[in-house]
Each structure stands twice: as structure tokens, then as C-alpha cells.
């Protein structure tokens, strides 16, 4: 059945105004209300809460799109228990999200397969879903691209990007040396952040290896000061999830 001119015209300025959530559920949440008797304010409020709850949604789809999560992974299949050494309170503590609004840092410290990955990725999820711009990237990957970004000449806009970010996720400090080149620019970005922007870092260095990876003791002193200034610290010592599984697979065997 064709619709009348009426019709039509209201979907068309529906579709200028951009709501898409009024023009497809207008008629069904009008209908609902006249079987309910609902008022012509009840009916509006309907639809701008569809509306609403359907943008916020459709922005948060963006946020976490534009953080560039390598897995998405969550909280809830985050296994508390296998990894005892984790605080676990602090880490929903966390999850509240005040810690971006203070502009505190957190470092996640351990061996290698006990979740750091798997937590930072879980802060920076929550933080999209509150709203926050996120940007996730391995350490070694932020620096091959700051000085990519210095040799084409566009390091400045590069950096200013950066600075919209209000959570800044580095994965996996210390698999990688730096050059002194590239050292120098990752400190750059960590002092821009200071008291700007959170950050967080894992890594299965403790602190003072961190010179293995930056080279210059001055350098990393003066970078261990910017972050550690507000921060929290959790620390992952237990046992390797892929050592685990590896040894449960051959015990099946």
C-alpha cells in the first residue's frame, strides 16, 4: 500500500534532520501509545529516547573502532582467579573510569602472558563506552610511526592528533630496543600526555630495566617521573595463560 503525501514528507524531513530512529519507529511507538492513551509529550519521549540511546550506541561503536583494539577483550572474561597476583579491587576501581578525569596514569607490570594486554584492553573498552576518545597501540608500533611521521615531514600533526586523545593504551614496552631517535620521541609523546592525558603501559620489564629498552638512564628517569607522578600500579606475577594451556594440552595428550 503506497503512503499518503503526508507520510512521505514527514520521513523525508525526518531524513534532513537526520533521525533515523524516528523514521523507523514512528508509527510503531505511535501506535503502542494510542492502544496505551498516551499524551503527544509521552509519544515524543518515546521516540527521543530511541533516538538518544541509539546514537550513544552507534558512537560508542566509533570510539571503539577508532581505538584500533587488536581484540576486543572485556572485563568479564578477564579470570580473576588465575592470576592472584592481580589487585583485583583496584582494577574496578578502574573501570569507573575516574582515574582519565584526574589524568592518572596506570602501568601494569609482570611476566609475559598473565593478562596485561588483556586488562589495558578492558580500561581502554570501558573507557570508550564512557565516552572517552582511545587510542591503543603497542609501544614499538607508536614509535615506528613517530619517526615515519619525522621523516614525511608531518610529525607536528601527528602529535597534535594525539593530544585529542584522552586515554592513551601502550602494549608491550620492553620486547623491543629503541633507537636513541626513536627513545627521544616516545618521550616526547609521554611528556605531552603529562597531566593532559591518561596513558597506560604494560610491560614485562621492571622499572629499572627500562634503560634495556630506552637507553639513556637520564631519559628513562626523567619518563619514569612524568608517568609514575599519578599512577596506579598493577603488578601480574603469576603464571604464564599460554605456559597453562600448553601444559594442560600435553597432559590431555
Given amino acids: 500500500m503506497s503512503k499518503d503525501p503526508s507520510t512521505l514528507l514527514l520521513e523525508h524531513h525526518l531524513k534532513v534532520l537526520k533521525l533515523p530512529t524516528f523514521v523507523r519507529d514512528y508509527a510503531s511507538v505511535a501506535a503502542a501509545c494510542a492502544q496505551e492513551r498516551c499524551d503527544y509529550p509521552a509519544y515524543l519521549l518515546r521516540l527521543t529516547e530511541r533516538e538518544l540511546i541509539e546514537r550513544e550506541r552507534k558512537a560508542a ?36 573510569g575516574e582515574y582519565i578525569t584526574r589524568r592518572e596514569n596506570v602501568l601494569l607490570v609482570g611476566n609475559p602472558g598473565t593478562g596485561k594486554t588483556h586488562l589495558a584492553t578492558a580500561l581502554g573498552h570501558t573507557a570508550c563506552a564512557q565516552g572517552r576518545r582511545v587510542r591503543f597501540m603497542t609501544t614499538s608500533g607508536l614509535v615506528t610511526q613517530l619517526l615515519e611521521a619525522r621523516e614525511d615531514r608531518s610529525l607536528r600533526r ?68 612524568r608517568l609514575t607522578h599519578r599512577v596506579h600500579i598493577l603488578e601480574a606475577n603469576g603464571e604464564s595463560y599460554r605456559l597453562k594451556d600448553a601444559k594442560a594440552r600435553l597432559k590431555r595428550r
Avoid at 61 to 75: G, M, N, S, W
Wanted: charged letters at 30%; hydrophobic letters at 45%.
Fill in 61 to 96: 561503536e566509533r570510539r571503539i573502532k577508532d581505538a584500533r583494539f587488536p581484540v576486543l577483550k572485556t572485563i568479564g572474561s578477564f579470570d580473576f582467579k588465575a592470576q592472584a597476583s592481580i589487585n583485583e579491587p583496584l582494577v574496578r576501581e578502574l573501570l569507573v
Fill in 158 to 225: 601527528l602529535l597534535k592528533q594525539m593530544e585529542r586523545i584522552e586515554l592513551l593504551v601502550l602494549d608491550e614496552l620492553g620486547y623491543v630496543p629503541f633507537s636513541k631517535a626513536g627513545a627521544e620521541l616516545l618521550f616526547d609523546v609521554i611528556s605531552r600526555a603529562y597531566e593532559r592525558t591518561s596513558v597506560i603501559i604494560t610491560t614485562n620489564l621492571p622499572f629499572e630495566n627500562w634503560t634495556e629498552v630506552l637507553g639513556s638512564e637520564r631519559l628513562t628517569g626523567a619518563m619514569l617521573d
